[in-house]
């Protein structure tokens, strides 16, 4: 079965720094991909998604994110983070139908 | 109203209780899911219903029954829960069971 790993459990940043966010999925075949992001006292919501096509993927509010099937990756980045950046975030993969699996997410703390 | 709406936001039970949650979608999708959210776990996928059939069941407890009268509502039917079914549970929707899929803001369920 297919799995989703997310390599940083907690990630604290200062305003203006950079952010990676790890993600890997473990199926071999065609996926869809999604970052979704849940800021607190919110319901989840989509930040970018790649079907296919360009494997550099641009979202909302400044994220994107790169599929780089050879390593079966979808890392999210963003150049510049803020504070209202801070929320969890939350790598997901489809790879069949009615079966989309959900990394455990990466809480992001931005001190300003 | 847009979206999806879950209710109630909030639910206490006890072991011995029968409740039930309930989700609306407002956007015209075709397929309905149903999430448990866990501290430090990833989302797991309970249900999924696509065009109002159960499509997935992914091994959940006969304690947790799913109806979906229609295509707009989705409902989560509990009794006899544990204290460990204590969670989030998330409600979605989507068009198709590959796209993107729309969250609601969840039920955050305490069994005692």
């Known amino acids: 079965a297919q799995s989703v790993s997310q390599h940083n459990h907690h990630v604290i940043l200062s305003e203006a720094a950079s952010l990676e966010l790890g993600c890997n999925y473990s199926y071999g075949g065609t996926v869809n991909l999604f970052w979704y992001v849940q800021y607190p006292g919110q319901h989840l919501q989509l930040l970018l998604k790649?079907?296919?096509?360009?494997?550099l993927v641009k979202g909302i509010k400044g994220f994107e994110a790169e599929f780089i099937k050879s390593k079966f990756s979808f890392n999210l980045r963003k150049p510049s983070v803020q504070w209202s950046d801070t929320a969890e975030y939350f790598c997901a993969v489809n790879a069949w139908a009615n079966d989309m699996r959900f990394g455990a997410g990466t809480r992001l703390t931005v001190k300003p | 109203e847009t979206g999806v709406t879950q209710t109630p936001r909030h639910l206490v039970m006890g072991m011995t209780n029968k409740k039930s949650l309930k989700c609306e979608q407002h956007?015209?999708?075709?397929?309905m899911y149903w999430y448990k959210q866990s501290a430090k776990k990833p989302l797991e996928l309970m249900f999924v219903?696509?065009?109002?059939?159960?499509?997935e069941n992914n091994s959940v407890p006969s304690r947790f029954s799913p109806e979906c009268p229609n295509s707009s509502h989705l409902f989560l039917h509990l009794h006899t829960l544990q204290p460990e079914d204590s969670a989030l549970y998330l409600c979605a929707s989507s068009q198709g069971t590959w796209g993107e899929q729309f969250f609601g803001p969840g039920t955050r369920l305490t069994v005692l």
């Open positions: 219903y696509s065009l109002e059939e159960r499509v």
């Open positions: 790649y079907f296919s096509g360009d494997p």
């Open positions: 956007l015209g999708h075709n397929a």
